[in-house]
Nanobody, 122 residues
Framework: HVQLVESGGGLVQPGGSLRLSCVTS????????IAWFRQVPGKEREGVSS????????YYADSVKGRFTISRDTAKNSVYLQMNSLKPDDTAVYYC???????????????WGQGTQVTVSS
């Protein structure tokens, strides 16, 4: 049984930082990538960043390049998203997802956490 549990969201002022955590359990060899997506009400879920569980390669959306950093701690079965220089446009519910590849996650497949709210506002 695959579980992903996100934490670390909250309210932060523009320019501030947050660190999201995704603790995983039950992942099998069918899961090769963990990614962070975000969703605003009325809009489609947007891929933010991903990391390969096999070689650690990463992907970032253009909107977050240079501001967000994804990392993993295999000993803790965790993936993190360090978010710096936050903007009001970063406000969303952030979800952690795991699948064979990023395309599956973009198609809505794979396993997902319950989400954590990030609000950037003064």
């Amino acid at each position: 049984h695959v579980q992903l549990v996100e934490s670390g969201g909250g309210l932060v002022q523009p320019g501030g930082s947050l660190r999201l955590s995704c603790v995983t359990s039950g992942l099998t060899l069918d899961y090769y990538v963990i990614a962070w997506f975000r969703q605003v009400p009325g809009k489609e879920r947007e891929g933010v960043s991903s990391i390969s569980l096999s070689d650690g390669s990463t992907y970032y959306a253009d909107s977050v390049k240079g501001r967000f950093t994804i990392s993993r701690d295999t000993a803790k079965n965790s993936v993190y998203l360090q978010m710096n220089s936050l903007k009001p446009d970063d406000t969303a519910v952030y979800y952690c997802g795991a699948a064979l590849n990023l395309a599956q996650l973009r198609g809505g497949f794979g396993s997902w956490g319950q989400g954590t709210q990030v609000t950037v506002s003064s």
